[in-house]
């Protein structure tokens, strides 16, 4: 195995040796760009892959582009109807070419020219046409996510996600270049609230499950990188649901220099709270609002500003719990009764202020500032008496399901005042240079963090009569008592360096990205560097296959959370999580039934050092810093998609993996990592009525097996009992009331752009999936695993507007 510490000295040998090689020879065109009255016009994008420039004032343009090679250029506008002209320059040639546009506002898609240099990387991009068809109670951009291979979803409820044997935390989000961060205290997914991506804002999503560029961020497993919409022109969607509503204005001016997009979002998952066992008097109310306004100074110059606001709050007054559980042999049932009520609120801002300028066709740059802050508070007193009992599982008895033996009765007192204020602010300065056929990519970044932390939450268990833990004393001993206060200030100082080309030998391609990564926090005064290589190769055969192979060094500083033991104690000078990652993955386009397909398989390697273990219950994460692991994770993702049904887009994606670490020290060896899921399963289908297209369907079905789980407070090698698979199925049907020709005479929708309405039935098999258990103990003290179930079959209504 190669150390990483010979990793840089490796991949910099191997980039410094393709920097000799020959490139291919330039050639030039240029130009002057008119509307159709004659008039020159200023701002037009002139586009090859990442290579680009855009007109002047005067409406001239000039580009270097390689030569004796077939390119698609494409031109630009907001105003102006895009074109896409296929060339092949000899070399050394200046060709002129002059164009006339005339007006449109819908700017022509370029998903192809997109796809095929986004092919080159270990990425997925994922059209946004499917964000209105994807059914369940977690849809838009997350819900397809958890669609592709290696991704991990447990939870209906929340849009969290593992990929590839990580947690929650080990995933980026970026919106607009900005790194987007999440509430710290949510423990589950009836309390998580709105996602930050709005559905209704996006214009393009990328995904990479492993093995990504050095231009984003310190995290160990994935990155979502996101961009909203620089409007064209003036509409309005609205969307209703037994959720929520949204909706969303989006529009530019006269001038055509100052766009935005903005959106206000309520939703009420009571709706999905109904189906738990616990009933409860339910009040949780999450609103957000959010807006992107992009002015355009010049040609060369734009100002956008990214704001958002969310308002999370969660209300629970629960009443009584019935679950039963057990075995054909012993079957047993839960009664819980409650008095007592749950208060949780969240409240978060996000203020992003950015500068692009492009200085010539060959130099771009930015500057931009974002400031991020949240509130957070979690009160609850809650007191819970519980009866245990084993039910009659005779089949011709009288009593079938019903009790007929006491097991034991206990009750418990759960207490928590927690208070939570973190402010983030950065400031980030980007580059990026294109010059034959070579793209070089930097950035400097300065982060500061602001953490205040109140907590102190209790627990009192009684079970059978007894104080568990017993007191040797007359004193009432707690089951579990925390009282923290904490605060905490870090400065942290990132830079990236990227460098990416290809070379042409013997008609095949070879395209490589090389990158180093670095960063210094001062908490701890860590510095470290990540150097990472991307390679893809394209093979001059008939099958067009393209092969992809990435190796890299990615290491997680910790935050806050890491930092936090169970007891609250803090451990300030812990070191980044260290993961070593290879990825290899094929990449085949196929026709079947004269329709375009792509298989995609990646195998991979994690090598992991410096980890801090953790444990898992629901949605939150309670880490074991006073422990140290080391570990692995290696698998294989495979993806198929393409046109099962002609004209949309479907996929279905299978995943093997097995991650394992070992705590150092603790004699138990390696021992499976709480996301270590050993097989998944997901599709995302599509299809229409072939007479009446108008009416069509989807479906979402998931299937991956248990994760391992353990009792209350038990040690970490103890933790291998496994929660069952998760099994679910989500179907849609929508109805197209007016969309392009559908519905256009009907008066009563003339001022409708679009109108569909869907029926959607969440879980349509009925099956309970469990994310967690409740730990009971009976007269004898033998402790019993009570499964939290998830919601079940549920009838949603949606109706889209567009207008």
Request: hydrophobic residues 35%; charged residues 25%; aromatic residues 14%.
């Amino acid at each position: 195995m190669i150390r990483t510490k010979y990793l840089s000295l490796i991949v910099f040998g191997f980039f410094l040796s393709l920097t000799t090689l020959s490139f291919a020879q330039q050639a030039s065109v240029y130009g002057v760009l008119k509307n159709i009255d004659g008039i020159p016009v200023e701002g037009f994008s002139v586009e090859y892959k990442n290579m680009g420039t855009i007109s002047d004032s005067i409406g001239i343009y000039r580009i270097e582009l390689p030569a004796n090679e077939k390119l698609s250029l494409v031109f630009s506008h907001l105003s102006y109807k895009s074109q896409v002209h296929e060339i092949i320059l000899k070399e050394g040639e200046e060709r002129n070419f002059d164009l006339v546009f005339s007006p449109n506002l819908n700017v022509i898609s370029e998903v192809e020219l997109v796809e095929d240099a986004l092919r080159e990387q270990i990425i997925t991009r994922i059209d946004k046409k499917n964000l209105g068809f994807v059914s369940g109670p977690t849809g838009g951009v997350e819900g397809l996510i958890a669609t592709l291979g290696g991704v991990s979803t447990k939870n209906e409820m929340s849009s969290e996600y593992s990929v590839r044997g990580g947690n929650y935390d080990e995933n980026l989000v970026y919106v607009n270049g900005f790194e987007i961060y999440k509430p710290f205290l949510v423990r589950s997914g009836e309390q998580e609230g709105l996602s930050f991506i709005n559905s209704d804002m996006v214009d393009d999503i990328h995904f990479s499950a492993g093995g990504f560029d050095a231009r984003y961020g310190d995290k160990l497993s994935s990155v979502l990188d996101i961009k909203y919409k620089d409007p064209k022109e003036w509409k309005r969607h609205l969307t209703l649901s037994f959720m929520g509503l949204n909706a969303t204005v989006e529009g530019i001016n006269k001038s055509k220099r100052w766009s935005h997009i903005t959106s206000y979002r309520v939703k009420s998952n009571k709706f999905l709270l109904s189906s738990l066992d616990t009933k409860s008097t339910y009040k949780p109310k999450f609103s957000d609002f959010q807006t992107l306004n992009t002015y355009h100074i010049n040609s060369q110059m734009k100002l956008s500003l990214l704001a958002h606001y969310a308002s999370n709050e969660y209300h629970s007054v629960p009443d009584s719990r019935e679950s039963d559980f057990g075995t054909i042999d012993r079957p047993l049932r839960l009664y819980i009764y409650f008095d007592g009520q749950e208060k949780d609120i969240y409240e978060s801002g996000m203020a992003a202020l950015r500068y692009d300028y492009q200085i010539h066709d060959r130099l771009k740059m930015s500057l931009s500032a974002s400031l991020f802050q949240t509130s957070e508070q979690e009160f609850y007193d809650v007191e819970g008496q519980y009866w245990l009992g084993q039910l009659d599982n005779s089949l011709g008895s009288e009593n079938f399901g019903q009790v007929v033996l006491n097991r034991g009765v206990g009750g418990y007192f759960r207490h928590a005042r927690n208070e939570l204020f973190a402010r983030v602010y950065n400031i980030a300065y980007r580059g990026k240079h294109y010059k034959n056929q070579r793209t070089t990519d930097w950035g400097l970044k300065y982060q500061n963090e602001l953490i205040d932390d109140r907590m102190k939450e209790w627990q009192l268990i009684d079970s059978s009569g007894f104080s568990v833990p017993q007191s040797t004393d007359s004193l009432l001993e707690l089951f579990e008592f925390v009282q923290a206060e904490h605060e905490l200030t870090s400065h942290k100082l990132s830079a990236y360096l990227q460098n990416s080309g290809s070379v042409v030998i013997d008609s095949t391609r070879l395209t490589y990205t090389f990158g180093l990564r670095s960063l210094y926090r001062s908490m701890n005064e860590e510095f470290f560097v990540s150097p990472r290589l991307g390679l893809s190769y394209r093979p001059n055969w008939k099958r067009d296959f393209l092969f992809k192979a990435a190796i890299g060094s990615y290491n997680q500083a910790p935050f806050y959370r890491e930092l936090r033991d169970k007891n609250g104690v803090l451990y300030p000078n812990l070191k980044s999580q260290k993961s070593t990652q290879y990825v290899f993955s094929t990449d085949y386009n196929f026709k079947a039934w004269s329709r375009p397909f792509k298989f995609v398989g990646e195998l991979y390697y994690k090598s992991l050092n410096d980890v801090i273990p953790y444990e898992i219950d629901n949605l939150r994460i309670r880490y074991l810093p006073e422990q140290m692991a080391k570990g692995y994770t290696t698998g294989i993702d495979l993806r198929v998609n393409g046109e099962f049904v002609p004209g949309v887009e479907s996929w279905a994606s299978l995943s093997l993996m097995k991650a394992e670490e070992d705590i150092l020290g603790d004699g138990h060896g390696f021992i499976p990592r709480p996301t270590d899921q050993r097989f998944s399963f997901s599709m995302f289908f599509q299809d229409y009525l072939p007479r009446n297209p108008s009416y069509k369907m989807n479906l979402k079905l998931h299937y991956s097996s248990g994760l391992p789980v353990g009792a209350v407070n038990s040690e970490r090698h103890e933790q291998t009992f496994r929660i069952p698979s998760y099994r679910r199925l989500d179907i849609g049907f929508t109805k197209i009331i007016k969309e392009g020709d559908v519905g256009v005479n009907s008066k009563y929708l003339k001022h409708f752009e679009s109108l569909w309405l869907s029926a959607e039935i969440f879980n349509l098999l009925g099956i309970r999936n469990t994310i967690s258990y409740l730990w009971v103990a009976d007269v004898a003290q033998n402790q019993y695993a009570v499964p939290n179930y998830l919601t079940s079959r549920l009838l949603n209504i949606k109706l889209q507007a567009k207008f």
